[in-house]
């Protein structure tokens, strides 16, 4: 699904990633943990292939393609979903509309049939309820006036109706309390299954406790430095992550 082969990033001249390996198969989620300045957050941006996150080393392969000419909007037509620390806020842009465009370019991509008004309405209530959102979040503009949480709630809304094939989640608990972190991680339970992949970058333990990873991944001064098991990420939570930088 994704192979990233020694990838070197840099960003405004400043190297940050420096030689990092990762292979995401088909069906597993991976957690990338670690502390802030660490990288997680450009090696999400570069996968995705954010503006002025420069590659300058390696090679980011999905679906057996490199990813390092391919525009951002074919990366995400092409099944790469990415949630973001900070949401955007899109005033004058209501929420039904911003996902019917949005999930129906993804049809017309792959020669499917698009959604008209009502049949997209019928959809995209049933991916409601599975976020705990109210109707009425349709009708506004996209995260404008949202609380923390709900901007979570959104951006896990637009997941259930793109339907990605790897899904990238940048410290979705950010700022999350028990209620909504329980909330997000059961929309992310019942949309993993065998065919879709997750990353999930993270600096707590506390979501990786309602969502399981296959593989736990450690960052450190745009390296990895250690992988393992979901055990590797209760050993940080009790030791923190001073073991692993001597």
Same mark, same amino acid.
């Given at each position: 699904?994704?192979?990233?082969?020694?990838?070197?990033?840099?960003?405004?001249?400043?190297?940050?990633?420096?030689?990092?390996?990762?292979?995401?198969?088909?069906?597993?989620?991976?957690?990338?943990?670690?502390?802030?300045?660490?990288?997680?957050?450009?090696?999400?941006?570069?996968?995705?292939?954010?503006?002025?996150?420069?590659?300058?080393?390696? =090679?980011?392969?999905?679906?057996?393609?490199?990813?390092? =000419?391919?525009?951002?909007?074919?990366?995400?037509?092409?099944?790469?979903?990415?949630?973001?620390?900070?949401?955007?806020?899109?005033?004058?842009?209501?929420?039904?509309?911003?996902?019917?465009?949005?999930?129906?370019?993804?049809?017309?991509?792959?020669?499917?049939?698009?959604?008209?008004?009502?049949?997209?309405?019928?959809?995209?209530?049933?991916?409601?309820? #599975?976020?705990?959102?109210?109707?009425?979040?349709?009708?506004?503009?996209?995260?404008?006036?949202?609380?923390?949480?709900?901007?979570?709630?959104? #951006?896990?809304?637009?997941?259930?109706?793109?339907?990605?094939?790897?899904?990238?989640?940048? #410290?979705?608990?950010?700022?999350? =309390?028990? =209620?909504?972190?329980?909330?997000?991680?059961?929309?992310?339970?019942?949309?993993?299954?065998?065919?879709?992949?997750?990353?999930?970058?993270?600096?707590?333990?506390?979501?990786?406790?309602?969502?399981?990873?296959?593989?736990?991944?450690?960052?450190?001064?745009?390296?990895?430095?250690?992988?393992?098991?979901?055990?590797?990420?209760?050993?940080?939570?009790?030791?923190?992550?001073?073991?692993?930088?001597?």
């Amino acid at each position: 699904m994704l192979e990233i082969k020694n990838l070197h990033v840099e960003v405004e001249d400043k190297q940050i990633l420096n030689g990092i390996d990762l292979n995401v198969k088909v069906g597993e989620m991976h957690a990338i943990m670690g502390l802030n300045g660490s990288g997680k957050s450009t090696l999400s941006n570069a996968i995705t292939g954010r503006e002025n996150y420069n590659v300058t080393k390696g =090679d980011i392969i999905y679906k057996n393609q490199s990813l390092l =000419d391919v525009e951002p909007n074919e990366r995400a037509l092409n099944g790469i979903f990415m949630s973001f620390q900070y949401p955007t806020v899109i005033p004058g842009v209501n929420n039904a509309y911003f996902l019917r465009a949005a999930v129906n370019a993804k049809k017309k991509y792959n020669g499917e049939k698009e959604y008209d008004a009502a049949s997209f309405l019928k959809f995209v209530k049933t991916k409601l309820k #599975e976020v705990d959102m109210d109707p009425k979040y349709l009708k506004r503009a996209v995260n404008e006036g949202f609380s923390g949480g709900e901007k979570k709630r959104n #951006e896990m809304l637009q997941l259930l109706c793109l339907e990605p094939e790897l899904a990238i989640l940048d #410290e979705t608990d950010s700022g999350l =309390d028990i =209620d909504a972190l329980k909330i997000i991680a059961n929309g992310v339970n019942k949309y993993k299954n065998s065919s879709r992949s997750f990353l999930v970058i993270t600096h707590y333990q506390r979501l990786l406790k309602y969502i399981e990873p296959d593989v736990v991944h450690v960052l450190i001064d745009g390296k990895i430095v250690k992988t393992g098991g979901k055990e590797l990420a209760l050993k940080l939570e009790e030791k923190g992550y001073g073991w692993l930088e001597s």
